[in-house]
């Protein structure tokens, strides 16, 4: 995708983080934004925040676990600029670090996270490709994973089995689009440490999915291991480096865009080998975003 004046782009998860900075690096580039987020208050800061550079954008309050509220943000951006260009399919949580082994994961965990992870996704491609692909004109899917779905550690079971998801309906979609000479193509997001609020989620956790983890009851070796992502989330890449990465991905048509410090690209390549070798799975120290 070459032009971007005057396109549409529309990002979940806007109001903060990746998301926000996605917004601002396509409004820079001259395209109209809507904005997509749980959080209503910070949604507007966001907006207000694009308008006052004089960029065209609209927010849409959305929670991506709900089909129907992705067919509504969809239709309002359809029918507020006619087309819609790029998607990022932005919005992600972390959670179900408060078992002890993966088998104790409170199944409410894996319903909250790959409801956002995975489904969010997944709705998105359901609501707005159609549409695009119905328009005929150039566009871009952006699918958020993480190198958590290009490697595992022992913790975390729900957050990487939904990147790992992410991954994989990416490739295919991507596959897809070629194989039928559409004009849209697909880059999936696999960052590493960047410098977000993801760590704490749970903010924005739905009273349906039960309370928020205990801190006091995940087992000490978990509570290390989330103390460790903690510290290495604060020194991460910057969102803003993410969104230029980003950019430049749909500008050259690039599916793989992998901004991660070189000890976890090293992993990925560990992971890689252990496939073609056919060797056993290599343990390492969880190091993922």
């Not at 490697?151 to 790992?164: F, Q």
């Amino acid at each position: 995708m070459q032009e971007f004046a005057g396109k549409v782009a529309v990002v979940t998860g806007a109001a903060s983080g990746m998301g926000l900075a996605f917004a601002h690096r396509f409004a820079e580039a001259g395209m109209k934004v809507v904005l997509a987020d749980i959080k209503t208050e910070p949604l507007s800061m966001a907006e207000a925040s694009l308008k006052a550079k004089g960029a065209t954008a609209l927010a849409v309050r959305t929670n991506v676990m709900h089909e129907e509220e992705i067919k509504r943000l969809a239709d309002a951006a359809f029918a507020t600029f006619g087309n819609v260009h790029i998607v990022c399919n932005n919005a992600g949580v972390s959670g179900g670090m408060g078992g002890d082994g993966v088998w104790n994961v409170p199944l409410s965990d894996w319903d909250w996270v790959l409801g956002v992870n995975f489904m969010g996704v997944l709705y998105g491609i359901r609501e707005f490709v159609p549409r695009m692909l119905a328009n005929g004109e150039e566009g871009h899917i952006v699918n958020t994973a993480s190198v958590a779905g290009l490697v595992t550690g022992a913790t975390g079971g729900p957050y990487a089995i939904s990147k790992h998801a992410v991954v994989a309906l990416t490739e295919t979609l991507y596959k897809d689009f070629k194989l039928r000479g559409a004009k849209l193509s697909a880059s999936v997001l696999c960052p590493g440490w960047v410098n977000t609020n993801i760590i704490d989620s749970e903010r924005n956790r739905p009273e349906e999915f039960g309370k928020r983890t205990d801190l006091s009851t995940i087992p000490p070796a978990a509570l290390a291991v989330r103390q460790f992502v903690v510290d290495l989330i604060k020194n991460g890449i910057q969102p803003e480096e993410i969104a230029r990465q980003v950019f430049e991905a749909i500008r050259d048509d690039r599916f793989y865009i992998i901004p991660a410090q070189p000890n976890i690209l090293d992993m990925v390549d560990t992971r890689l080998e252990d496939i073609r070798e056919r060797r056993n799975p290599t343990i390492v120290v969880p190091v993922i975003r």
